[in-house]
């Protein structure tokens, strides 16, 4: 079984549309992220959530949203799409054990155009 | 603030070539470091990691080792395979109340028969 898994693999859409990308992890953890690779490969966080706290990065617009349902999912909800939301979304998730963070696991990614 | 600087690529090696990708590192307290990669078209995959200094981390023939003194995480292998090719990351958390990783910017391996 897959540890972390995200829907869809690729999503073609308009400008100004909305759309959602969805990750579920069935490893246990309890801290979940969003990370974003643009073309050149580079990745950034995006968000990290656990059942205790939000953390945003600052650079992250506010059409960008987190929602999780309960602890083993965390969707992205984008607004308004723009050209440059086009990138692969990474979801990934670890377990943090008396303080340490641990190891996080990827998901494979969901590759978005927007058009 | 926490960053990694990774060597510039692409690389291209033979196969049966020596790789080494360097990495150095600026963080806050003591952070672990990673190494991941990334095939083609995939996500990403944990290679190997060291939580303390001197750690050595390893996994498919991969090494890289912890280095306080000089702030490095070196990745190396002794014998590249054409199913090497990647891009490889190298990452750290610094774990002072922070849940994320810090990437560098990617260096993609390209091995040749």
């Known amino acids: 079984d897959t540890a972390v898994s995200q829907t869809p693999k690729y999503l073609v859409t308009q400008m100004g549309n909305d759309k959602s990308i969805k990750c579920e992890q069935n490893?246990?953890?309890?801290?979940m992220y969003w990370y974003k690779q643009d073309s050149k490969k580079f990745l950034k966080i995006m968000f990290s959530y656990n059942n205790k706290e939000l953390i945003i990065n600052e650079t992250v617009p506010n059409r960008f949203s987190p929602k999780s349902p309960d602890k083993a999912h965390l969707n992205l909800h984008i607004n308004s799409l723009e050209l440059g939301d086009s990138a692969v979304y990474f979801c990934?998730?670890?377990?943090?054990?008396?303080?340490?963070?641990?190891?996080?696991?990827f998901g494979p990614g969901t590759r978005l155009l927007v058009l | 603030g926490d960053s990694v600087t990774q060597m510039e690529g692409p690389v291209t090696l033979s196969e049966e070539a020596f790789l080494t990708i360097n990495c150095t590192y600026t963080a806050t307290g003591y952070p672990s470091l990673f190494w991941y990669v990334q095939y083609p078209g995939e996500g990403l995959q944990l290679l190997l990691k060291a939580t303390k200094a001197d750690d050595k981390g390893s996994n498919k023939g991969f090494e890289a080792t912890y280095r306080k003194e000089t702030t490095s995480f070196h990745l190396e292998k002794g014998s590249v395979q054409v199913s090497d090719s990647a891009v490889y990351f190298c990452?750290?958390?610094?774990?002072?109340?922070?849940?994320?990783?810090?990437f560098g910017k990617g260096t993609k391996l390209s091995v040749i028969p």
């Open positions: 990934a998730s670890s377990q943090d054990e008396s303080g340490h963070k641990e190891t996080q696991y």
């Open positions: 490893l246990g953890h309890d801290t």
């Open positions: 990452a750290l958390n610094s774990g002072a109340g922070s849940y994320q990783l810090t």
